[in-house]
């Protein structure tokens, strides 16, 4: 986008996009870098406050994998020339996709489902469906299993680790080498490699994120009261839903619970108000647990100061996906700024750079910065400046209508009963602190099914869904005994 702006502003004329093959990229590796049919379209509108005139700069790939391109002048043809190369490196980096065509990507297929909540917001959730499965001599596991992702991602976060794919033995391998096996090797991909072991992986959608951000009533485009919602909106009304829908769907009794960050919090939260809920949860895997935040070390930490402002505008708090996916491409892609975008990542999660492949930074950056609400920021704010786990602080006077005291309550973590609770947990986590994750640990009154530190220094948050060890450090112990 940067650089059709760049080019208009040289050649200073109007550039129009249209009709004739300039080049052409073979058809089926377009599948790899753009949507599931192949086909891809981008247009901007210039306007002459910002110095050019106006115009549209836009383009169009096919499936049949052609290009068209038309000048009015010389000059334009210039620009095109220009923006010709910058549209081949878009077409020669990887493209971003959806979950359903990252699915799709690894040869498993994707069910889309929509659950309404109890408060009226509509999340969409995935579900990996394995058809190769029969062929693996490997069963379905008893129970459904659920992976929830953190803050400013989505379910995307779990599906672009490491490339791999599943053949028609339903043998699951990944680039890196390794063939899945369930046991001693492991891949690590999380979504996939357990799907591959016979689990029914679904994956939701946190209410505010691009996914998810449909109301029974209330438009997210037009009414801030849709994003006026917190932690505990997030935990007493999404996880319950999601959880009875595939109870129902899947005649279940109970569902394995894998949260990362956020989504060990909202996990948190809600055995804390609802502790009878512990019966459909067995277990509850917490990755980079989040609760207690005072004594976290991540660059987040300098937007506390906004709590104030966060928590008197609710509306959304992201980068759009069009912007995120140009940043990702023609930004983090760039190879002279791609570890600058990696400096970025390590400042939020902590410095291992022995662990995260660089190869995958731009597709990382392409499917960061998912929309939130200001109001979930706000709360996030005051976990670190107050150092305690509790609800959303709205101003004495509202507390007093929504708590009926001027200070909001804690999460009462001493009224969880559940014993199938795990944590994950590394020692260089930036935001899920290990000093914050023993205090979460000294709060519960009950055994912890597992409580491991990953034995690798260097260990941080972001690995937990995207390090290159992960099958081993990570996904071998969740698969757990055989």
Not at 40 to 60: D, F, K
Not at 75 to 80: E, K, N, P, S, W
Not at 175 to 188: E, K, Q
Request: hydrophobic content about 40%; proline content about 6%.
């Amino acid at each position: 986008m940067s650089f059709c702006i760049f080019t208009l502003l040289i050649v200073g004329t109007r550039l129009v996009v249209s009709s004739r093959l300039l080049f052409d990229i073979p058809g089926p590796p377009l599948k790899e870098f753009m949507g599931g049919n192949g086909s891809m379209t981008l247009s901007i509108q210039y306007w002459p406050r910002i110095g050019v005139s106006q115009g549209v700069c836009g383009l169009s790939v096919s499936k049949h994998s052609t290009l068209h391109l038309r000048a009015h002048n010389s000059r334009a043809l210039i620009a095109i020339t220009i923006l010709n190369k910058a549209i081949k490196h878009l077409l020669l980096k990887p493209r971003p996709r959806a979950t359903p065509q990252l699915i799709e990507s690894r040869g498993f297929q994707p069910e889309t489902h929509t659950i309404t909540t109890a408060d009226g917001y509509i999340l969409r959730v995935f579900r990996i469906v394995n058809r190769q499965l029969r062929n693996s001599g490997r069963r379905l596991r008893p129970r459904p299993l659920v992976l929830w992702h953190g803050v400013a991602v989505t379910s995307d976060s779990w599906l672009f680790s490491t490339i791999g794919a599943i053949d028609n033995r339903g043998l699951y391998r990944e680039n890196n080498g390794i063939l899945n096996d369930c046991d001693r090797n492991v891949t690590s991909t999380l979504a996939f490699t357990l799907s591959a072991c016979g689990y029914d992986v679904w994956l939701p959608n946190t209410r505010g994120t691009h996914y998810s951000q449909d109301h029974i009533t209330l438009n997210s485009n037009r009414d801030s009261r849709y994003w006026q919602f917190t932690l505990t909106e997030m935990a007493v009304y999404d996880i319950p839903a999601v959880v009875r829908y595939i109870l129902q769907i899947t005649n279940s009794d109970s569902v394995s619970y894998i949260g990362h960050s956020l989504g060990t919090a909202q996990m948190f939260a809600l055995l804390s108000l609802v502790p009878d809920f512990e019966q459909f949860i067995k277990p509850f895997i917490a990755l980079a647990p989040i609760a207690y935040l005072g004594h976290i070390e991540s660059i987040g930490r300098l937007g506390v100061p906004l709590e104030p402002i966060l928590r008197s505008f609710p509306g959304p708090l992201g980068i759009p996906v069009p912007i995120a996916q140009i940043i990702g491409i023609f930004v983090c892609g760039n190879e002279l700024l791609v570890n600058l975008c990696a400096d970025i990542f390590y400042a939020i999660n902590g410095y291992d750079a022995q662990n995260f492949n660089r190869s995958i930074v731009p597709i990382d950056a392409a499917h960061s910065g998912a929309s939130v609400s200001t109001w979930v920021y706000a709360h996030l704010a005051q976990l670190v400046v107050n150092k305690c786990f509790r609800q959303f602080d709205y101003g004495i006077t509202q507390n007093r209508r929504h708590y009926g005291q001027a200070t909001p309550p804690s999460y009462p973590l001493c009224n969880i009963t559940s014993r199938n609770i795990a944590l994950f947990r590394g020692l260089n986590d930036l935001l899920a602190d290990n000093m914050d994750v023993s205090l979460l640990v000294q709060q519960l009154s009950v055994p912890l099914l597992d409580n491991y530190i990953v034995p690798d220094p260097k260990w941080n948050h972001q690995d937990f869904q995207l390090g290159t060890y992960q099958g081993y450090f990570v996904n071998e112990r969740v698969l757990g005994p055989k």
